[in-house]
């Protein structure tokens, strides 16, 4: 029995001290043992990102000639007309480029998710190239095609057919060249929800003597509908911040023919002596806070689309 005793007690002191709370210096090695490869990472984010915002907010709130934090910049920029002009027409640019992408990408993105392997490849290889061409590039070939001047409007001219072209800086031309980027990055970004939807249960809607309408009103729209939302959400938040593809159609004249958030903010960093930083700053937070409610939409929209799977 004295025997069989002194393995147990042995047993029992090695559990009691392999219980024993790790030290202050064994918690700090395991700490930076997990978040060491984020250092990097995190550091970019608070120089390029949090710094930034905090350095507008600062901006926004302070007025020339006064101490302290004070909203007296915020009622005297948005109280000019332009700034409630370009607030307005960014947001009904964006609303409209987002709803025509949407009517047109979805089919299209639908009709390339049922494609064959090699077809597909190739249709989504045009895609990523004109989802990846924007900016002053983009407007430049808008003017090379559809410019007064254009080769598209040149060979229709030659033909006899009595053709003006949009003017450079109009709605319209702004519409046709962010959707050049829009209605690709759209496709990309929900071709695989497509997938979601499975030809069986098609088989199983005709089975049960569904139509096609039928099948389609009841579960392919609700099933994709917070894809297809989602997508829309992050088209409008991307038109709403594009400057160059803006810049380059309308120019420094843009910025009184067609009022833009981007174009104001830039005009305002080059020309507005008296309010120019704490105008821009106020600008970019309004586009920051429409930016960070459409993120949160589409995070949840995001959240119920992904039950699906």
Not at 1 to 10: D, E, G, N, Q
Not at 112 to 127: K, N
Not at 152 to 179: H, K, N
Request: some cysteine; charged content about 10%.
């Amino acid at each position: 029995m004295a025997t069989l005793s002194r393995p147990i007690v042995k047993l029992g002191l090695e559990s009691e001290g392999g219980s024993a709370s790790p030290t202050p210096i064994a918690r700090m090695r395991g700490w930076l043992a997990a978040w060491l490869p984020a250092i990097p990472l995190l550091l970019l984010v608070a120089t390029c990102l949090i710094a930034p915002v905090v350095v507008l907010v600062v901006q926004s709130f302070t007025s020339m000639g006064e101490s302290g934090l004070t909203l007296d910049l915020w009622t005297r920029v948005l109280g000019q007309r332009v700034n409630q002009d370009a607030i307005e027409t960014s947001l009904i640019l964006a609303a409209g480029c987002a709803t025509i992408t949407l009517a047109i990408g979805g089919p299209l993105a639908w009709l390339i998710s049922r494609m064959l392997q090699g077809r597909r490849a190739f249709w989504l290889g045009l895609l990523n190239v004109a989802a990846n061409f924007g900016g002053i590039g983009l407007a430049f070939a808008y003017m090379a095609t559809i410019g007064s001047v254009g080769m598209l409007t040149l060979v229709i001219q030659g033909l006899g057919i009595p053709f003006d072209a949009p003017r450079q800086g109009s709605m319209f031309a702004l519409v046709v060249a962010y959707e050049y980027a829009n209605i690709p990055l759209f496709v990309l970004l929900t071709i695989p929800a497509m997938a979601i939807l499975r030809d069986d249960w098609w088989e199983a809607a005709q089975t049960s003597a569904a139509t096609r309408w039928i099948f389609w009103r009841r579960i392919g729209a609700p099933i994709l509908a917070p894809f297809l939302l989602a997508g829309w959400l992050l088209i409008f938040t991307w038109t709403l911040g594009v400057y160059g593809i803006a810049y380059g159609l309308a120019g420094q004249s843009g910025a009184t023919a067609v009022h833009l958030i981007t174009l104001q903010i830039g005009t305002a960093l080059q020309s507005d002596v008296l309010l120019g930083p704490g105008r821009a700053a106020i600008l970019a937070m309004v586009l920051l806070l429409f930016a960070a409610t459409s993120l949160l939409l589409y995070r949840t929209m995001l959240r119920r689309a992904l039950r699906w799977l």
